[in-house]
């Protein structure tokens, strides 16, 4: 049998690793989903869905499958996760990478408010504007429930979990987005700042540029740190060079 590679999965960078694993016979790849979008993106190759029980739980699962080496590729915020799969992957004496893509910067001509959490978007938020588009997922969104005063715009991919502020409009939405398009939703629903957490990537950065064209404030929640132990590298191909590295192969 080829080393068993487990990736918790979930992002773009998870979908990449595992289209370039899948045709390549040294390596068995099998992707992890936590289940909290019911119409994941396209993945290729052998998947499961569904938590593992903490630590204790992911550890058995790598004994009882055999796996070899854990490639954590979950979201930037998935910090529990994280946590989880490297303490795991310590209880299994196996090797454990964190596949993280870079997070965004501001450039000179952006009006960034950088926040530690959503609670403190949400203290931040009324001394910038009324009229906002919350970007920051469909989880968590009571922390801007009490904000009586102001008009939500929430785009997610799926619906989000109440309690919601008074004045919300809901667009569900999955990206990439074009800058032609988020300028125009921009204007069209007279926004006047935006919510983001900073997530990094292509995707849906382009809302960042439009704001930034139109002059608006960001509320940018920041990443939560990783684990000190955490061996990380920023796209999928640094993944197969630690993969090379551990006489795993790549393509």
Known sequence: MPPHLLILGGTTEARELAAALATHPAVRVTTSLAGRVTRPGPLTGDTRTGGFGGPEGLSDWLRTHRVDALIDATHPFARRITTN??????????????????????????????????????????TLGTRVLLTTGRLGLAAFAALE????????????????????????????????????????????????????????AP?????????????????????EDAVTVPDAGGALGWLRALGMGSP
């Open 207 to 227: 809302k960042l540029t439009a704001a930034r064209q139109l002059g608006l404030p960001v509320v940018v929640v920041e990443r939560p740190p990783l684990p």
């Open 149 to 204: 005063n102001l008009h939500f715009l929430v785009r997610s991919v799926e619906p989000p979990a109440p309690p919601l502020p008074p004045h919300t409009e809901l667009l569900l939405a999955r990206g990439p987005f074009a800058l032609p398009d988020e300028l125009n939703l921009l204007r069209a629903h007279r926004t006047d700042v935006l919510v983001t957490k900073n997530s990094g990537g292509d995707a849906t």
């Open 85 to 126: 799969a490297l303490q795991a992957a310590r209880q299994a004496n196996i090797p454990a990478l964190v596949l993280r893509r870079p997070g965004w910067h501001p450039t000179p001509d952006d009006d960034w408010h950088p926040v530690p959490s959503l609670t403190a978007a949400a203290t931040v938020l009324p």
